[in-house]
């Protein structure tokens, strides 16, 4: 008996091009929220044009030794959950695309900004982490590393939704003929 072969692989199913992303912006959406509810804005994971050290010693001299407990013990916990989350899904669509028959710079280039913006956003919640833990002492070298971070997740998150939109596309196109 002739075995027919799947017109699409079954590892990664057709249905993760979508619920994937929209698990990525509910958990962004949620993070915030929780952020919001925590009484702690998060000033410094949004700019875009950075932050300095007066900015950091300016923001946490706000929030207060209650917020900046939250912010550290409650907010950015979550924010590195949902992190490593849209980080594991930039890695599916880049798997998921090669196997199905893209090729792998077309893969990555779809999947690669969450894969590598949600890395940064690791790297930034730690910086920022290690500035909490440290305040009121600010290190300007922690300061420009978390700044650098900030700015590459939000470049590389921007990059990372065009990216899975286009792998949707890319996925549902032989479906329509």
Request: glycine share 10%; net charge positive.
């Amino acid at each position: 008996m002739t075995e027919t072969v799947p017109f699409y692989s079954t590892a990664i199913p057709l249905a993760f091009f979508i619920w994937g992303p929209v698990l990525v912006v509910v958990l962004f959406w949620a993070v915030g929220v929780w952020s919001n509810r925590q009484g702690v804005p998060r000033m410094l994971e949004s700019d875009w044009d950075g932050y300095s050290v007066a900015d950091v010693e300016k923001l946490f001299a706000i929030y207060g030794e209650d917020k900046r407990a939250r912010y550290r013990n409650r907010v950015l916990p979550a924010d590195v959950a949902c992190a490593f989350t849209y980080a594991m899904i930039g890695a599916l669509i880049v798997v998921g695309l090669s196997q199905r028959g893209q090729p792998w710079w077309v893969a990555a280039l779809c999947g690669g900004g969450w894969l590598i913006g949600g890395l940064c956003d690791v790297a930034e919640n730690f910086a920022v982490a290690r500035l909490l833990d440290r305040y009121p002492q600010v290190n300007g070298g922690n300061v420009a590393f978390a700044s650098t971070m900030t700015r590459l997740k939000l470049v590389l998150f921007a990059i990372g939704v065009v990216g899975a939109l286009a792998a949707a596309y890319l996925v549902f196109k032989p479906l329509a003929g």
